[in-house]
């Protein structure tokens, strides 16, 4: 048990997160899915091997951005760090998504002892994981000694490099194959160079020569069963298919990290959507308990500088989608017209292996209003690259950016054009998001020597990370700029120095005397953060144009807006208007209508019962004119509307007509087709295909099954396929007729015989599908009822939280009596599984492909099959070395069919190679119990699998022993039901299309139904049970 050491503790790093879990009486290491997001989150890096000039400034840089950060949502970088340097703070990372770089370094111990999962969402050079290399200084004796990564057991993407590391040990030791997901031999670069041994009791597997550097093992030392990680060497010792990294248990809720998310401490395939669909009222409803996906997380917030897409936290809309904020939450929704050009940024998506802006993709940004990542802007941009044929960088290009807005990612200025004295290129630039980020920095501005100031006069927010500006020895104003009012929240920074002294400009460079004292990005009223008195559009000004100017104003608080058009100027310094719009002016420029001031009288406008004319008076203001005139004035310029009317009014009338009879005819028609297809659908359905119903007990007249035509029936899509053959969906359309009747077509890999097909067609039972036609083709098709709730694998996969232990039972009664009435019968199914169960309504199933069985004369005990294609899994070992099918080797198919039930859609011998089923069972192993089911259940599981067939209980023993534990359900089945189960009252009113087309056609008695009320606490309700 020396390999699973280190399982059973937790990460010293953690221990303070453990008191809520302490409380609850669960101490295990569950701390990092236990509090959903209350861990602390930061976002990674992309730097690779650039650094910044000053060494300090890096590790300052690298202890503020990951200083209590817990997961690392993208690249953890750590390069060019001194021996000296205190990296204890790297103890509390658990969790990277992108890669770790470890490179350039000097010091002699990596603190990542708590790292458990890298998730190697974006790999370094496209090929690692965790790169660790050039970690030693050349002209010393020091350098990287030991990899403290003693918790790391998962890397689910990418390989492993570590080389030229001078003085590093034990690295070859790891068993990486056991760490790495899908480990390929050339992403694997780990030299032998170790000179120090593991203690004797790691069994040569170690970080380093304490006892307590063991490798923790977790997948190579599983049993077979295993789908992933382990805690132990057992069957019983797996970890939940979910888990990553490890567990303490076999639970999604005692997993150390997830392969996929982490919803809320229990590990899931998606997080909860925002809607849910309601199998009884048929309806998509809003899912209360519905989180969004962040990285690997479900969270019921995403951070505020990320854009809500469906249901995921994302960095940028894609393109068919915009931009926008509702209640203080900014959503991606889909464009009405032409979207706003959003365009890539620098190492993203088209421009992923940029570096820079350049020459080669300046054209890319232009009439760009977003920027979807980053602008940077390197010597190798603005200068050219004669390595990579690019040439310099024509300033003029850079006015392409006049149309930016927003920059999603960060703004990094390492270069500009000495002719460019400011950034005024981006004057209309509001928003820089620090969704991505350069060592924490969201806006940098680095040694630029000609530039004398910002000239950002539109930025109004910085989201997240930093702002650096230093080294800019002709910059100005930047004293002045009050960036605490630009950052989002008290965490961001300003680094602002070794710029050009505010002394030697104080003077001389000063803000307008119409800027506030937020600062100013330079000189003129143009560049405020905010103004003193007013402002018009971008400028400040002293007052707005209320009395005197060529366009006039009013003042909404502190903006000047301009009057209306149809505003005439005022003089004598009065007012022109007092608000926005025409109906806000003093004194109109041409007529005023009403409260409006307009250009001219409405003249024969559409109103809500007729036309509306107007005239002006001599005031200019507009008056209705006469009823019957079409304008005002005297007598004689009145033109009348008396010939008009009737015209018009006969008109309107004719038009009327003319629709209504129209509408009367095409109601008509498809009336009459309507009445012709249920005539058509009443005759094929009810008078050819019932079966008649004879209380003398004598078999049913088999002439009146229909022998249906292969023009007949035309397949839609596959529905599925077996080892037997294959399900289409499809179209009966009867010869002659234009009635379109859904069905369900098999289509047999192997023919029956014509005594079989004769004993299909008798076939008359509650739970077994009912055949409706044949088809006698070259490959036999049988045409079946189509069931509208699918399969009941998919079902209970699909349901399994609105699934209690009352139905999972009744569905055992069902499929047995089912069973038993083919065993009757003398039909043997040969291929009873979940898939093959079909779902009527939640409480009615029906086992189908009985059409695949054979029948047994009354004097055979047993069929043998021919060769082909066996669903291995499911069949009982004679069927597998002999091709023998019996009634008993049916059982034995029914007990990995309930094991599927009970599961809710498991896979029986999950990873196990179909060609070891044999020996395996011969072995003695078979299926394990499933969670919820109590020992009573899963031992009559175990019997369907006996090796004796005549050992395995009937079909008629397995329904009465069911229908005794379903009178009690919960003492035989353990299920803690999260969402309201199923309601049998609202499925009462459904009725499918055989009870309504072909009423109580069986040849047996009706069901009786009775019910048992039984109180769950842990159920929401419970469905009565039915004894069939």
Same mark, same amino acid.
């Given at each position: ?314 960095? =940028? ?6 931009? +926008?904020?509702? /209640?203080? $939450?900014?959503?991606? &929704?889909? @464009? %009405?017209? *032409? ?9 993203? =998506? ?6 820079? +802006?350049?020459? /080669?993709? $300046?054209?890319?940004? &232009?009439? @760009? %209003?977003? *920027? ?657």
């Amino acid at each position: 048990m020396a390999l699973f050491n280190n399982l059973s503790s937790c990460p010293s790093g953690a221990r303070g997160s453990l008191s809520v879990l302490e409380a609850s009486g669960t101490s295990e290491c569950k701390f990092s899915l236990s509090f959903s997001f209350l861990f602390a989150v930061c976002t990674g890096t992309e730097n690779k091997l650039s650094t910044l000039s000053d060494l300090d400034q890096q590790y300052r840089t690298l202890r503020k951005y990951y200083e209590n950060c817990e997961v690392v949502m993208g690249n953890l970088e750590i390069t060019s760090i001194d021996r000296s340097r205190d990296l204890s703070f790297l103890r509390s990372i658990r969790e990277v998504t992108g890669y770790v770089l470890v490179a350039l370094n000097q010091f002699e111990y990596l603190p990542l002892e708590n790292l458990r999962i890298i998730r190697g969402t974006r790999l370094y050079e496209d090929r690692y994981a965790l790169a660790i290399f050039l970690n030693y200084r050349r002209d010393g004796n020091f350098g990287l000694h030991q990899l403290g990564l003693k918790n790391l057991t998962e890397i689910l993407n990418g390989g492993v490099y570590v080389d030229q590391n001078k003085f590093l040990c034990h690295a070859d030791t790891i068993h990486w194959q056991d760490i790495v997901k899908n480990a390929r031999p050339d992403h694997l670069v780990v030299p032998s160079n170790s000179s120090q041994r593991c203690h004797r009791g790691c069994n040569g597997r170690c970080w380093g020569p304490k006892e307590d550097q063991c490798q923790s093992l977790t997948k190579t030392v599983c049993a077979e069963q295993c789908d992933g990680r382990c805690f132990g060497p057992y069957v019983s010792d797996c970890c939940h298919r979910e888990c990553a990294g490890g567990c303490s248990g076999p639970k999604d809720t005692d997993c150390f990290a997830c392969t996929n998310f982490n919803d809320s401490g229990a590990c899931v395939t998606q997080c909860p959507q925002p809607f849910v669909y309601n199998p009884t009222t048929f309806q998509l409803e809003h899912n209360p308990r519905a989180k969004y996906t962040y990285g690997a997380f479900c969270v019921k917030k995403c951070p505020h500088n990320f854009v809500v897409d469906h249901s995921s936290c994302v960095r =940028a809309c894609p393109s068919n989608k915009m931009e +926008v904020e509702e /209640n203080k $939450i900014k959503m991606c &929704i889909p @464009c %009405t017209d *032409i979207c706003p050009k959003a365009c890539d940024g620098i190492g993203t =998506a088209s421009l992923q292996m940029a570096q820079t +802006v350049d020459s /080669n993709n $300046i054209d890319r940004f &232009i009439n @760009c %209003t977003k *920027i979807n990542g980053n602008l940077v802007f390197l010597i190798t941009g603005i200068k050219g690259d004669i390595y990579h044929n690019i040439e310099p960088l024509d300033p003029e290009k850079l006015n392409v950016f006049r149309t930016v807005r927003e920059i999603t990612g960060f703004l990094n200025i390492q270069s500009w054009p000495e002719n460019m004295t400011d950034l005024s290129v981006f004057s209309n630039l509001a928003t820089i998001g620090g969704r991505s980020l350069y060592s924490g920095i969201s806006l940098l501005v680095l040694k630029q020597q000609w530039i004398s100031s910002l000239k950002l006069q539109s930025l109004g927010e910085i989201s997240a990370g930093n702002v650096y500006v230093t080294n800019n020895s002709q910059l100005c104003y930047y004293n002045t700029v009050n960036w605490t009012g630009l950052f989002r929240t008290s965490t961001q920074k300003a680094l602002i120095r070794n710029n050009r002294d505010p002394k030697e400009f104080l003077d001389r460079m000063i803000c307008d005397p119409l800027c506030s004292d937020a600062g100013c990005w330079g000189p003129g009223p143009d560049q405020c953060l905010s103004c003193r008195f007013f402002s018009r559009g971008r400028t400040c000004v002293e007052s707005c144009n209320l009395h005197e100017g060529d366009v006039r104003e009013f003042a909404n608080g502190s903006v000047c807006l301009e009057c209306d058009a149809q505003c005439e100027v005022a003089g004598d310094d009065g007012l022109t208007c007092t608000g926005p719009g025409p109906d806000h002016c003093v004194k109109c420029l041409h007529f005023k209508d009403g409260p409006n001031c307009v250009e001219k009288c409405p003249d024969g406008l559409q109103g809500a019962n007729s036309f509306i004319f107007k005239y002006a008076e001599v005031n200019n203001e507009c008056h209705p004119c006469h009823v019957n005139c079409t304008q005002g004035g005297p007598a004689n310029s009145c033109g009348c509307l008396q010939r008009q009317t009737p015209l018009i009014a006969a008109g309107v009338i004719g038009g009327l007509f003319v629709v209504i009879i129209v509408g009367l005819s095409v109601a008509i028609s498809v009336r009459r087709k309507s009445i012709k297809k249920k005539r058509a659908l009443r005759r094929f359905l009810e008078t050819e295909l019932v079966e008649p119903l004879t209380p003398s007990g004598a078999a049913p007249n088999q002439a009146q099954l229909r022998i249906l035509k292969e023009t007949e029936l035309k397949r839609v899509k596959i529905l599925g396929a077996g080892a037997f053959g294959t399900v289409y969906k499809g179209i009966w359309v009867p010869e002659g007729e234009t009635v379109k009747i859904p069905v369900a077509i098999k289509i047999l890999n192997e023919a029956t015989g014509p005594k079989a097909n004769v004993e299909f067609m008798d076939v008359s039972h509650p739970h077994l599908v009912r055949l409706l036609g044949v088809c006698l083709s070259p490959t036999i098709q049988l045409v079946t009822q189509l069931m509208p709730h699918g399969c009941l694998l998919d079902y209970v996969h699909e349901h399994k939280d609105n699934i209690g232990s009352q139905l999972l039972l009744n569905w055992c009664v069902q499929i047995a009596k089912g069973m038993m009435y083919l065993e009757d019968r003398r039909l043997v199914h040969r291929d009873l599984a979940a898939r093959n169960v079909l779902v009527k309504s939640p409480n009615h199933i029906k086992i189908t492909d009985f059409g695949l069985a054979r029948l047994l004369d009354a004097d055979e005990k047993e069929y043998n099959a021919d060769g082909g294609k066996m669903p291995i899994k499911w069949m009982a070992l004679e069927c597998i070395h002999y091709r023998k099918f019996t009634h008993q080797s049916d059982v034995w198919s029914y007990g990995v069919t309930i094991w599927e039930l009970m599961t809710f859609g498991g896979k029986p011998y999950d990873g196990i190679p179909t060609r070891e089923i044999p020996d395996l069972l011969e072995k003695g192993e078979r299926l394990p119990q499933p969670p919820i089911c109590t020992i009573d259940v899963y031992m009559v599981m175990v019997k369907c699998w006996m090796i004796d067939a005549d050992s395995r209980p009937r079909f008629k023993e397995l329904a009465a022993e069911f229908s005794r534990m379903a009178r009690d359900p919960q003492r035989y089945l353990v299920i803690q039901v999260r969402a309201s189960q199923l309601d049998e009252e609202e499925l009462e009113d459904l009725m499918d299309a055989e009870e309504y087309l072909v009423p109580h056609a069986f040849s047996i008695p009706p069901l009786a139904y009775t019910t048992r009320s039984r109180m769950d606490p842990n159920r929401v309700s419970v469905l009565p049970y039915h004894a069939e």
